[in-house]
């Protein structure tokens, strides 16, 4: 089965920096990648998918990188702010074509600071 | 905007309990899921459903079994509760199909309590 790993240590960063999120998985290779976003107590939002074939996807002041030779996302929230202090996970089809079943990663926590 | 419901937001049970947690979508998803969520643990899927009456083995089924009866409605029973089923449960769905990003739509969750 797919492993993913997130930091799990929390990343503190100043409000107006750019926040850089890594995702790392092993195993085969997903035809697409998405990124949830959760807020304490809430289920995760969907934000963000990239499909094998892209390289990078922008939806406002996030990016989301895609690379599959060193089977890494890199998620980017551009001028940060205290709003977007929450829990980020990414998430990779569970099994190659399983459907609609997805893995996810343990997430990691973003804390922006004023 | 799609919404899933969840029946309870906070449930407590005592060892040995039958519980029941429902969940309820009202876009006409084909899939819905659930999931327990632990710290250190991520989310993990507890079992699927792609159709009524169809169900899957997720990655940790053993003391849960769920049932699905119509097709905006997954229930997921513990036929006999015990604490290390203490944890919080999401339910989420999604579309199958064509033109679909496969994106989950997740309820606000039940933090359960087994004493």
């Known amino acids: 089965s797919q492993k993913i790993e997130q930091n799990s240590e929390a990343l503190n960063i100043q409000e107006g920096k750019t926040a850089t999120l890594t995702c790392n998985y092993t195993?085969?290779?997903?035809?697409?990648l998405q990124w949830y976003r959760q807020d304490p107590g809430r289920g995760p939002v969907f934000l963000l998918l990239?499909?094998?074939?892209?390289k990078e996807k922008r939806k406002e002041r996030l990016k989301v990188t895609f690379d599959t030779t060193l089977k890494q996302s890199l998620f980017h929230i551009t001028a940060s702010q205290p709003a977007d202090s929450a829990t980020y996970l990414c998430a990779l089809p569970a099994r190659n074509n399983a459907g609609n079943m997805l893995t996810f990663g343990g997430g990691t926590r973003l804390m922006v600071k004023p | 905007d799609v919404k899933v419901t969840q029946s309870s937001r906070y449930l407590v049970k005592r060892t040995g309990e039958k519980v029941f947690l429902e969940c309820v979508q009202d876009m006409d998803h084909e899939n819905m899921f659930w999931y327990r969520q632990d710290p250190g643990l991520g989310l993990r899927l507890i079992y699927f459903s792609y159709d009524v009456k169809m169900k899957e083995k997720g990655d940790i089924p053993e003391g849960y079994s769920v049932s699905r009866e119509k097709k905006e409605r997954f229930s997921l029973i513990l036929e006999s509760a015990s604490t290390n089923q203490t944890s919080m449960y999401l339910c989420?769905?999604?579309?199958?199909?064509?033109?679909?990003?496969?994106?989950?739509?997740f309820g606000p969750g039940t933090r359960l309590t087994v004493t």
């Open positions: 990239i499909r094998e074939n892209e």
């Open positions: 195993n085969y290779s997903p035809a697409y």
């Open positions: 989420a769905s999604s579309r199958t199909g064509l033109g679909t990003r496969g994106e989950q739509y």
